[in-house]
């Protein structure tokens, strides 16, 4: 072959070819270590011999880590409501939506379920409940649903007890935005910035009328967006129980629930309940 033939650039696809990527470590790869795939894949313990547990099981494991990025994000989103910053905590919001979003959607490998396939595993549950998810209790606490009742299943776990009175006694994110309106000038009463947070949020006319003027004012203004933002919220945690309800509903009728539960009764009474109930209620009167 001539010198000049060597000499010969590859072609303009060989130039191009993706490079061979990087297979030899030294220890786990990369991905490993940041994600902990195989920690997480190594989680699922069935206890009865049905397939079906599997699914339940690795759904449920997953609604949990989807608990735990809701958290984050309300909990951010206060934060940043503290210190005044609202773009900060309405990006928050924003995110909290598309994985409440893909939480709600986590219902659907479950929403089939017949009484006698759930009957299959059922008795493997025990006496656990979803009730008894303290990340959850954390979600419902940030929407002001407090209670210092649900802090007593956990009572044996140290570190669990300690995140969940710390979270109790904490603003929730909607006292956090009720602040926020009272140093804007907004006709928030005395009584509700200073109540006492560690109690269920009870609705009051006076902040109704707040975002009743809010509403019919300037649809682009700051505060107006963040109560849509919230508005968006609450209507896929509303969409969450309504969607645990009909689950449970088709899966064991009118059963009562494990963990000794009303079951379908307790859930139908949760879904009757709106998150931010002023911003539902002001709507009647813009």
Request: no cysteine.
């Given at each position: 072959m001539s010198q000049q033939a060597q000499q010969i650039p590859p072609s303009s696809d060989e130039a191009h070819e993706p490079e061979t990527p990087h297979l030899d470590f030294q220890g786990t790869t990369p991905y490993e270590d940041y994600v902990r795939a195989d920690v997480l894949t190594h989680l699922q313990h069935t206890l009865s011999d049905d397939p079906g547990e599997m699914v339940f099981l690795v759904t449920t494991q997953v609604m949990e880590l989807w608990f735990t990025v809701i958290v984050h994000e309300w909990e951010t989103a206060a934060g940043a409501l503290r210190e005044n910053d609202v773009p900060t905590a309405m990006a928050?919001?924003?995110?909290?939506?598309?994985?409440?979003?893909?939480l709600n959607a986590s219902w659907r490998p479950l929403s089939q379920l017949t009484p006698a396939q759930f009957n299959s595993y059922r008795a493997a549950l025990g006496e656990g409940s979803g009730f008894q998810s303290a990340m959850y209790r954390r979600m419902e606490f940030l929407l002001g649903e407090k209670s210092a009742s649900m802090l007593v299943p956990h009572?044996?776990?140290?570190?669990?007890?300690?995140?969940?009175?710390?979270?109790l006694h904490e603003p929730s994110l909607y006292d956090e935005v009720l602040r926020l309106l009272a140093r804007r000038g907004h006709a928030v009463p005395e009584a509700v910035v200073r109540r006492d947070v560690s109690r269920r949020y009870e609705p009051s006319p006076e902040v109704e009328e707040v975002w009743t003027a809010l509403y019919a004012g300037d649809e682009t203004d700051e505060l107006a967006r963040l109560g849509e933002a919230l508005t968006?919220?609450?209507e896929l945690v509303w969409r969450w129980r309504n969607d645990h309800l009909v689950a449970t509903r088709r899966a064991m009728g009118a059963k009562p629930g494990t963990g000794g539960s009303a079951g379908v009764a307790w859930l139908e009474k949760r879904a009757r309940k709106n998150v931010f109930p002023e911003l539902w209620t002001a709507r009647s009167h813009v």
């Open positions: 928050a919001l924003k995110r909290s939506v598309r994985e409440l979003e893909a009572r044996g776990a140290p570190r669990v007890h300690a995140e969940l009175e710390k979270a968006d919220v609450a």
